[in-house]
């Protein structure tokens, strides 16, 4: 993977990019992210993070949802989290609205 | 039995043949299909419709230049009654406010718009027409109106220098996604190749070009760079298999594994107006031919690439060796690969001699 870019920062607020779809797949029933030339089967984990890609959420809330949610050491969802934001942005789709003003 | 035939994610509609343009690198077939042979409406439409039952998720509108059809608009809206993801490949030309704003309204997803070269003299050369100002006015439109831009550049020996100023223009219009696409010597493109073929020198500096703008805007804008595959020692994963992810319906009906395949001599392929597209994804002879790997002919039998590269391309085995089911002469174990190299060892001439590509059929005034 290409991995030329800073991480995220945790007051960033991820957004799904307006060039990708959210929608039902007919065949399985599943969620799929429909994008420009690609496709992204999403299993229940890469649901739930761009589900809470709203450009609401700053990372940092949308690990602490998911750890409180799954019950997970926070460590190990970041992490995750991390990853598939990173894959999400390497097919440019995501939008990182700038960090919270305190 | 072979086993169930896989699930296909991308269709081409390719809605038409006519097209205004000339380029010579045109990969459509050297016979266009007639307009009065072209599909109706009615027919696109349970296409797109059937397509979607079959698992298809994406519709790319091509051509041809799609928008000489004045349905269009009522196509795009029926893939998306469908749920497909739509996606317009087009040369701009015709794309004015009125049809942009329509085919947004029918819920047209993406735009993908081709440019010849990064400056009007020498991008409308190739075009054979007066068309690279229109193109920036086009690519400023769609972004206006709010659609994901994706600029296709198809690279040849006179315009591969220029990479670095195509990437810039592709940046320049706020493109999302930049196709830097190696013409494919396949249609009118097989008759121009001596004058097309970019030198190895050429290649590699356009690859280098390439890869650190792709580093330079990841995550800004997506660049793909497809090398052309003579210059390459393993074959490309055309299609990534026969009959295993993508369909094209061309302008007449005949459903086609790529979109080139209707060349192969001696193979038939199945119409929409006679059967369903599932029967034909699924049972016809023509999809199930050189499906999976069992059809393989040795080096590609045993071969640990073959679920990789799938053998490579069956248009260009037929193309330049005369022969779909052989493996394709780009791959360094084919025994044919010595035709490849000898069109690279006479390569070296000028760039003149390109035969603009002909089209009988004239298109609709603008």
């Known amino acids: ?102 | 039995m072979p086993s169930p035939a896989p699930r296909p994610f991308s269709l081409l509609a390719e809605v038409t043949h006519r097209c205004p343009l000339h380029c010579p690198y045109c990969s459509n077939p050297t016979e266009l299909a007639r307009p009065d042979t072209e599909l109706q409406t009615a027919d696109w439409t349970r296409v797109l419709r059937e397509a979607a039952d079959l698992g298809v998720l994406h519709a790319g509108f091509s051509g041809g230049e799609p928008l000489q059809r004045l349905d269009l608009s009522e196509l795009i809206a029926a893939a998306r009654a469908a749920g497909l993801f739509t996606n317009l490949i087009t040369s701009a030309l015709g794309l004015n406010l009125q049809r942009a704003q329509d085919l947004k309204k029918a819920g047209l997803d993406s735009v993908q718009i081709s440019f010849q070269s990064d400056l009007s003299p020498a991008a409308d050369a190739i075009a054979g027409i007066s068309a690279h100002a229109r193109k920036l006015e086009a690519a400023q439109l769609v972004r206006e109106l709010g659609f994901p831009l994706t600029i296709n550049v198809v690279l040849h020996r006179g315009n591969i220098d220029r990479v670095e100023r195509i990437i810039g223009l592709a940046e320049g219009l706020g493109a999302e996604r930049l196709e830097l696409a190696n013409t494919q010597y396949y249609g009118w493109a097989f008759g121009n190749r001596a004058a097309l073929l970019p030198s190895r020198d050429q290649v590699e500096q356009a690859a280098q070009s390439a890869l650190a703008a792709k580093k330079r805007l990841h995550g800004k804008m997506e660049i793909l760079f497809v090398i052309p595959d003579y210059f390459s020692e393993r074959p490309k994963p055309c299609m990534n298999g026969w009959g295993n992810r993508f369909l094209t319906v061309n302008p007449a009906g005949a459903v086609l594994p790529c979109p080139t395949a209707g060349e192969i001599k001696g193979m038939r392929f199945e119409n929409i107006r006679e059967r369903s597209l599932a029967w034909i994804w699924n049972e016809s002879e023509s999809f199930n031919r050189f499906r999976g790997t069992d059809w393989m002919p040795e080096p590609c039998r045993s071969c640990e690439f073959r679920e990789i590269d799938f053998g490579g391309c069956r248009c260009q085995a037929a193309l330049l060796v005369g022969d779909a089911s052989l493996t394709d002469p780009v791959c360094k174990f084919s025994p044919n690969r010595p035709i490849i190299d000898r069109v690279l060892a006479a390569q070296g001439s000028s760039g003149e001699g390109l035969v603009p590509r002909q089209n009988k059929f004239s298109p609709l005034p603008r």
Do not use: F, W
Request: glycine fraction near 6%.
């Open chain 1, 1 to 102: 993977m290409l991995m030329t870019s800073e991480a995220i920062p945790p007051g960033a607020r991820p957004k799904i990019s307006g060039r990708a779809r959210l929608q039902t797949d007919k065949v399985t029933g599943k969620p799929v992210l429909l994008y420009p030339e690609g496709v992204l089967l999403l299993n229940p984990t890469g649901h739930a993070i761009v589900r809470l890609c709203s450009g609401e959420a700053t990372l940092q809330e949308i690990v602490d949802n998911l750890a409180s949610r799954y019950n997970m050491p926070r460590v190990e969802i970041a992490s995750e989290v991390a990853e598939y934001l990173e894959r999400l942005r390497a097919r440019n789709l995501l939008e990182l609205a700038p960090q919270a003003s305190k």
